[in-house]
T-cell receptor, first 111, second 111 residues
Framework: DAGITQSPRHKVTETGTPVTLRCHQT?????MYWYRQDPGHGLRLIHY???????DKGEVSDGYSVSRSKTEDFLLTLESATSSQTSVYFC??????????FGSGTRLTVV | GIQVEQSPPDLILQEGANSTLRCNFSDSVNNLQWFHQNPWGQLINLFYIPSGTKQNGRLSATTVATERYSLLYISSSQTTDSGVYFCAVEPRVDSNYQLIWGAGTKLIIKP
């Protein structure tokens, strides 16, 4: 996937526990994104980053935080996981114009 | 915010048939992309097409920006074309290259 890896690929966690998902890129791109995908919906943007320590909220940011301390890593944290955060999470990089590449996704189940 | 609507929501065809998928969007955009999500969940960028027509093998796409729609054509369908096709747009204002997604068209190609 053009140098993007997500970890873990699958995770089951309990309600109320913190969870961190990792996105790693090898291509030094500036823009990185976290999306979630739920049945019947397209992807929805959670947070994005336009550089080291530069992040902003997306459409569905409540309950999530992000950090980007290095160009290659973009972390998504669920501070206290809830069942409504059960979803598939995708990381993406953007190479304007129009070059959008996705990671393979992380399937998160909150029980 | 901008709305993206895709039709039809579901499409079942025999192998060898042709199909047209439609994407309508409610406001001006900088960018429009078509993606294919295969049955294993992987997202593949098919076309970056803010306007005009592009072709790639059996697939082609046309965007009429002034009328705010895009069409994806699949000719001589194969079973490997099955999956969900998403249209995603980058709003013209303050987007930071983030994409707003339609709900997708689920395509099933029967052998």
């Amino acid at each position: 996937d053009a140098g993007i890896t997500q970890s873990p690929r699958h995770k089951v966690t309990e309600t109320g526990t913190p969870v961190t998902l990792r996105c790693h890129q090898t291509e030094n791109h500036r823009y990185m994104y976290w999306y979630r995908q739920d049945p019947g919906h397209g992807l929805r943007l959670i947070h994005y980053s336009y550089g080291v320590k530069d992040t902003d909220k997306g459409e569905v940011s409540d309950g999530y935080s992000v950090s980007r301390s290095k160009t290659e890593d973009f972390l998504l944290t669920l501070e206290s996981a809830t069942s409504s955060q059960t979803s598939v999470y995708f990381c993406a990089i953007s190479v304007p114009p129009g070059g959008y590449t996705f990671g393979s996704g992380t399937r998160l189940t909150v029980v | 915010g901008i709305q993206v609507e895709q039709s039809p929501p579901d499409l079942i065809l025999q192998e060898g048939a042709n199909s047209t998928l439609r994407c309508n969007f409610s406001d001006s955009v900088n960018n429009l992309q078509w993606f294919h999500q295969n049955p294993w969940g992987q997202l593949i960028n098919l076309f970056y097409i803010p306007s005009g027509t592009k072709q790639n093998g059996r697939l082609s796409a046309t965007t009429v920006a002034t009328e705010r729609y895009s069409l994806l054509y699949i000719s001589s369908s194969q079973t490997t074309d099955s999956g969900v096709y998403f249209c995603a747009v980058e709003p013209r204002v303050d987007s930071n290259y983030q994409l707003i997604w339609g709900a997708g068209t689920k395509l099933i190609i029967k052998p």
